[in-house]
């Protein structure tokens, strides 16, 4: 099945830094790439999303990349600001017909004002 | 906007109880998941289910665990006899189409 791999897992930059965070994913056949924000106590809320057919899309301060070939994607965040702090996950769909997603163990991000 | 709703927020129950965890998705939404989260971990599928059926179910779904749409409307999911194990945050998921997953507040359950 998929697994996916993100690092680091925190980290600590300061307000108006930028911030990446990065994932692999080993099967193939995925094709769908979540990014979620999670704040302490509360759901997962969707941030980002990519899929396969195209390599980055971006969205104000937001952006993701993906790297089909070498079976990674990445989150960027510019000028982060404090309300930026949280645990973000990034996923993986398992492909064909099936949209389970595989979640990364999380980043701790933390911006420090 | 809508969203997708669970109840109860948090749930306390003794071990070898049963449980029912409800989820009311996002109404023109065809594809229902659930998720656990153990504490200070990541979020792991436990099942899906399309066209009134599981389409797929992790490992970690066993026998104990069971889910139903009894009335087109809720989603629920059950655990029979509850574990130590299963303290988690268990979150509902709904999809339409495209492939985004909308996620519930999700219900905190402990069991002792």
């Known amino acids: 099945g998929e697994n996916v791999e993100q690092h680091p897992s925190t980290l600590s930059v300061q307000e108006g830094d930028s911030a990446v965070i990065k994932c692999t994913y080993s099967?193939?056949?995925?094709?769908?790439f979540p990014w979620y924000k999670q704040e302490l106590g509360k759901r997962p809320q969707l941030i980002i999303d990519i899929r396969s057919n195209v390599g980055e899309k971006k969205d104000q301060r937001i952006a993701v990349t993906l790297n089909k070939t070498a079976k990674h994607f990445s989150l960027h965040i510019t000028e982060t600001q404090p309300e930026d702090s949280a645990v973000y996950f990034c996923a993986a769909n398992s492909g064909g017909s099936n949209y389970k997603l595989t979640f990364g163990k999380g980043t701790l991000l933390t911006v420090n004002p | 906007e809508p969203e997708v709703t669970q109840t109860p927020s948090h749930q306390v129950t003794q071990m070898g109880q049963e449980v029912i965890l409800r989820c009311v998705p996002i109404s023109n939404h065809l594809y229902f998941y659930w998720y656990r989260q153990i504490l200070g971990q990541k979020v792991e599928f436990l099942v899906s289910?399309?066209?009134?059926?599981?389409?797929?179910k992790s490992e970690i779904f066993d026998d104990q665990f069971s889910v139903e749409r009894p009335d087109g409307s809720n989603f629920t999911l059950k655990i029979r006899s509850t574990k130590l194990e299963d303290s988690a945050m268990y979150f509902c998921a709904s999809q339409g189409l495209p492939e985004t997953q909308y996620f519930g507040p999700g219900t905190r359950l402990l069991v002792l």
């Open positions: 099967d193939s056949a995925s094709n769908y």
């Open positions: 289910f399309y066209n009134n059926e599981i389409s797929e």
